[in-house]
């Protein structure tokens, strides 16, 4: 078995007497899209923070690419390949969709000290973002302000700013948040092709889109990791049901 | 170096940080409570200060100069907080900035406009003044003693209205978690113009207390504003305990700074140099002690843990 | 609405026919009044690279102008006293040379603006509006008690210093340096603006997470942004010592950061010309507003509550109905 892209090795994380992070152990491996799904209140938040970088466990380890990124800095772990997109659009929205995207091309390329020569006219930033602004479907938009794009377009825009770091590894928190039918098809279907560039640990309470893209499901309740297994075994595991899809039933 | 200046320097830094408690106070419990800075809290302190010259030049009453400086403070703090405050709830600390910035223009001319450019007076009250003699045979000014109690009553009366009082559970709970208590029904413009006033009461009293000491002038409140900044940043925002304990560093530091500094330059240079070189400290002691703190702990000694 | 480059055309030609104006009409104030504006312009200009892109509120950016000040005063002074100044063992003459002192300035400004930077922005909100206020005290009280250098009277330069190739006394000789200063100082603002910094910048003002995420650092960017900021206000210090040859604490004071943010946000936040257009209103009222009355600051409160709570964008933000950067 090939080495896990992205995996925690026993995550643990308290707060006062609250164990959010209980033992957790989960890997993400090359090609597939590994859901983490879970009733609200069970930890998923505080368990992306301690991955991405924003929260120190206090034990445990994470492992991006085979090293141990625990103490990593959320700008380290971005350089080292991790790209993620947020449950609600980190994006800045007096800029336009353009200069937003060279922003993750600029992240990329790892240099900002440059205070001459326009962003905009610069090739190697605006060849990367606009790629990236094709593949999510946004290239008409490019000069569009942000914050009059629709919400569907926005989170099409936090996918783009993404992949310009060409990341070896996704983490998605809630990427159909908030958007329609339509849009949650559009988006299903685009992480269906992302896959294979690069992994993606998919946090969504959305189960239709879970059903339909995981290769893996991985069910957190209270902090802990109740149940791992295919969409199959999932849906049909009575701790599962009791603890979570019992209550939708 | 006597003793007896020693202890009459630290209780004048006690003198002076109770003071500055009663600023910090308020700025801080309108920070904790209304997420608001309030730049214009300097121009209450000095609202009060005159409201206490104007009314003992007309009556000679102290008590009744400091009852104005209260009520004069608290109405104006509450009318401020109506008409302009109120619309800055919520909004970039650099709008609250600047239009507390303007308050300060506004009060600063108009008190000018009203009582002219001169200082005015308020007169120690004769049974307040004289010395005092402390057990140890200690000297030390009636007043300024009295302004030491006032200082620890009201710290008292602050901790009495915020750990035991409903109103101070409305509070506590609004630093908290500002859109739960509205849901639970407590009025929050009520509750946000009282605390408001409560500040600028407070505010208006040290104006008043320490008008009696140095002079009532325009522009005298910023530079107290000023440094109870400074005892927020090292106490935390937020926090009374802080701003308390804060207060009192800052006001030992500032007195006790000025006396020990050149003393402990002239150990190994000569006195001219050392009484310069430490006076220039001693200006600065207040801010390099903010400095270290926000090193050690970037949110003040009992603020918010990041 | 008007584009804004329109407004910032206009702006620049009126910058520069009223002084021409007043020569033909030989009114040598003016142009002293309007070489006041383009400095204070110069230290807005500097602030905004801080506050419209970076959104820090500083609100002791008087420091720097103030060491601009001091560095221009105390090196004039020891050039006309002929005595030399003694740092760190060293005995440095002093000089009465722009260039030199304008140097001296941006350096020891940077170098300020570097360490109050590390201090300061390791808070953020409030805290560092409280900070960087209390550092503007901490140099204005220390200024006082430096009695080497005037104190709280604060110190005289009898002639103004020199420029290779001018007479700096002839007041458009000066006024021109000072546009001069102006215009470089614009055009460095505007290319930092759309460079890749300039984009980080604004990013890290707005979205600081999604900055960490691409794989920048927010801290490093503002901390860059305050340095360049403290160094073009350093500058406008010196220049205004030279103007009024005469520095003193005041420079430093707390009226005067207040004065800067506010000449910032009238002419409009984050907007190229806003700092010029803000300035330029700002000595008109000191000087129209201020023989009517004087209390005029009553009416400038008013009219900065008036843009605060209905006209964010400032007067440039009127008059393109562009809104202003949120800081």
């Known amino acids: ?249 | ?306 | 609405m008007i584009p804004e480059r329109l407004v910032n055309w206009v702006v620049f030609a009126g910058l520069l026919a009223v002084p021409l104006w007043a020569i033909v009409v030989d009114e040598p104030f003016t142009i002293t009044l309007v070489t006041r504006a383009v400095i204070l312009a110069i230290a807005a200009v500097g602030l905004n690279i801080a506050l419209g892109i970076g959104g820090l509120v500083s609100l002791g950016h008087a420091v720097f102008f103030g060491i601009g000040g001091y560095a221009m005063g105390i090196l004039a002074y020891h050039a006309q006293t002929y005595t030399s100044l003694d740092l760190f063992g060293l005995s440095l003459a002093g000089t009465k040379s722009m260039p030199i002192i304008w140097l001296v300035a941006i350096v020891v400004s940077a170098l300020a603006a570097w360490i109050i930077g590390l201090l300061s922005l390791r808070t953020s909100g409030v805290y560092f509006i409280m900070i960087t206020l209390a550092f503007g005290q901490m140099f204005y009280y220390f200024a006082i008690s430096w009695s080497t250098y005037g104190g709280e009277d604060g110190l005289s330069i009898y002639v103004r210093n020199g420029f290779p190739g001018l007479n700096t006394l002839v007041p458009i000789q000066f006024f021109g340096l000072c546009f001069a200063l102006l215009c470089i100082v614009l055009f460095l603002n505007a290319r930092l603006q759309n460079a890749p910094f300039g984009l980080a910048l604004n990013a890290a003002r707005q979205v600081p997470t999604r900055v960490e995420t691409v794989g920048l650092n927010p801290m490093r960017l503002k901390l860059v942004a305050f340095v360049i900021s403290g160094a073009i206000t350093g500058l406008a210090g010196a220049l205004f010592a030279d103007l009024n040859r005469f520095v003193s604490p005041t420079m430093f004071s707390w009226q005067l950061s207040g004065e800067l943010i506010v000449l910032i946000v009238i002419g409009g936040v984050g907007r190229l010309y806003g700092p010029v257009v803000g300035a330029c209103l700002f000595v008109a009222l000191e000087h129209w507003l201020g023989a009517l009355t004087e209390f005029w600051h009553i009416y400038l409160g008013l009219i900065l509550l008036a843009i605060v709570l209905f006209a964010r964008g400032g007067i440039i933000g009127l008059l393109t109905g562009k809104e202003g950067a949120h800081v």
Not at chain 1, 155 to 164: C, D, F, I, P, S
Request: charged share 15%; aromatic share 6%; hydrophobic share 55%.
């Open chain 1, 1 to 249: 078995m090939s080495e896990p892209i992205l995996a925690t090795r026993n995550l643990r994380k308290n707060f006062g007497a609250l164990a959010a992070t209980d033992d957790v152990s989960i890997d993400l491996r090359a090609g597939e899209i590994h859901a983490i799904i879970g009733p609200n209140g069970a930890g998923k938040s505080t368990l992306i923070a301690q991955i991405c970088g924003g929260l120190r466990p206090d034990s445990g380890s994470v492992h991006l690419l085979g090293r141990d990124v625990t103490q990593y800095s959320k700008q380290a772990r971005a350089r080292s390949g991790l790209g993620r997109t947020f449950q609600i659009s980190a994006l800045a929205m007096e800029d336009s969709v353009l200069e937003n995207v060279v922003l993750g091309a600029l992240g990329a390329s790892g240099n900002p000290w440059r205070f001459w020569s326009r962003a905009l006219s610069d090739a190697s930033l605006t060849a990367k973002a606009e790629a990236a602004l094709e593949r999510v479907g946004l290239i008409e938009h490019r000069h569009t302000r942000c914050a009059e794009l629709s919400h569907g377009q926005r989170r099409q825009l936090e996918v783009a700013v993404a992949l310009t770091l060409s990341p070896k590894a996704f983490v998605m928190d809630e990427p159909m948040a908030g958007l329609g039918a339509e849009g949650s098809k559009l988006l299903t279907a685009f992480l269906d092709q992302l896959r294979a560039e690069a992994p993606i640990l998919l946090v969504e309470h959305d189960m239709d889109a879970v059903f339909a893209l995981a290769d893996r499901i991985s069910v957190l309740v209270y902090g802990q990791v109740i149940a791992s297994g295919t969409v199959e075994e999932i849906k049909s595991s009575r701790a599962v049901r009791e603890a979570y899809l019992g209550e939708e039933a």
């Open chain 2, 1 to 306: 170096m006597s003793t007896l200046l020693i202890i009459e320097q630290v209780l004048n830094g006690l003198q002076f940080g109770v003071m500055l408690f009663l600023m910090a106070a308020g700025l801080t419990l309108i920070f904790g409570v209304m997420g608001l800075i309030n730049l214009a809290h300097g121009s209450l302190y000095m609202i009060g200060a005159f409201a206490a010259a104007a009314v003992a030049g007309a009556t000679g009453s102290f008590v009744l100069a400091l009852a104005a400086a209260l009520a004069v403070a608290a109405i104006a703090g509450a009318l401020i907080e109506m008409t302009v405050i109120r619309r800055l709830y919520g909004k970039a600390h650099l709008d609250q900035v600047l239009a507390t910035f303007a308050l300060i223009l506004i009060f600063s001319e108009g008190t000018r406009w009203l009582f002219g450019s001169f200082p005015l007076f308020l007169d120690i009250p004769d049974y307040l003044s004289g010395p005092v003699t402390l057990p140890g045979g200690i000297q030390y000014p009636l007043y300024r003693l009295t302004l030491i109690a006032v200082g620890l009553l009201v710290g008292l009366g602050l901790w009495a209205l915020i750990e035991r009082t409903r109103i101070g559970i409305q509070i506590r709970a609004g630093e908290n978690d500002r859109e739960m208590i509205a849901a639970l029904g407590v009025d929050i413009r009520l509750l946000y113009t009282l605390v408001f006033a409560i500040g600028a009461a407070l505010a208006g009293l040290a104006g008043a207390l320490v008008g009696a000491i140095q002079s009532v002038q325009v522009g005298m409140g910023e530079p107290v504003l000023i440094l109870a900044f400074v005892v927020i940043v090292i106490g935390g925002i937020g926090s009374i305990k802080g701003a308390f304990i804060g207060a009192l560093l800052v006001g030992l530091t500032d007195t006790l700074g000025g006396i020990f500094l050149p003393e402990l330059f002239k150990l190994f240079m000569e006195p001219g140099a050392a009484t310069q070189t430490g006076s220039a400290l001693a200006s600065m002691a207040i801010y390099i002690l903010m400095s270290l703190v926000l090193i050690w702990r970037p949110t003040g000694l009992f603020g918010a843990r990041a």
